[in-house]
């Protein structure tokens, strides 16, 4: 049984960064398409960044230019690396796996993934 756990959030003034990391065990893919999402209070949960085994990328429209995201299959690792945060940024992050359709491995394919971290909190102060 394949298990996701984030690790990396925190509290950090605007301007700076946090660097997200995913673990994964079990019998996790390097196949897998591999995301990440936030969920701000009162707000649906979106897409942050995808990442597909052939490092094919996709980013949300907010966070491009300021966020990316990279794996270590080797160590069954998701990584995000946070620059210039913003207020807006604030939310908790889940790291996700889409192992059914990767042929669907994008920010706006939400319903295909299925395997789900816990979250981790993220708080950007002005």
């Known amino acids: 049984q394949v298990q996701l756990v984030e690790s990396g959030g925190g509290s950090v003034q605007a301007g700076g960064s946090l660097r997200l990391s995913c673990a994964a065990s079990g019998a996790i893919s390097s196949a897998y398409c591999m995301g990440w999402f936030r969920q701000a209070p009162g707000k649906e949960r979106e897409g942050v960044a995808t990442?597909?085994?052939?490092?094919?990328?996709t980013y949300g429209d907010s966070v491009k230019g300021r966020f990316a995201i990279s794996r270590d299959n080797a160590e069954k690792t998701l990584y995000l690396q946070m620059d210039s945060l913003k207020p807006e940024d604030t939310g908790v992050y889940y790291c996700?796996?889409?192992?059914?359709?990767?042929?669907?491995?994008?920010?706006?394919?939400?319903?295909?993934?299925?395997?789900w971290g816990q979250g981790t909190q993220v708080t950007v102060s002005s």
């Open positions: 990442n597909a085994y052939t490092n094919f990328t």
């Open positions: 996700a796996a889409n192992i059914a359709r990767v042929d669907r491995c994008g920010v706006y394919y939400r319903q295909y993934f299925t395997l």
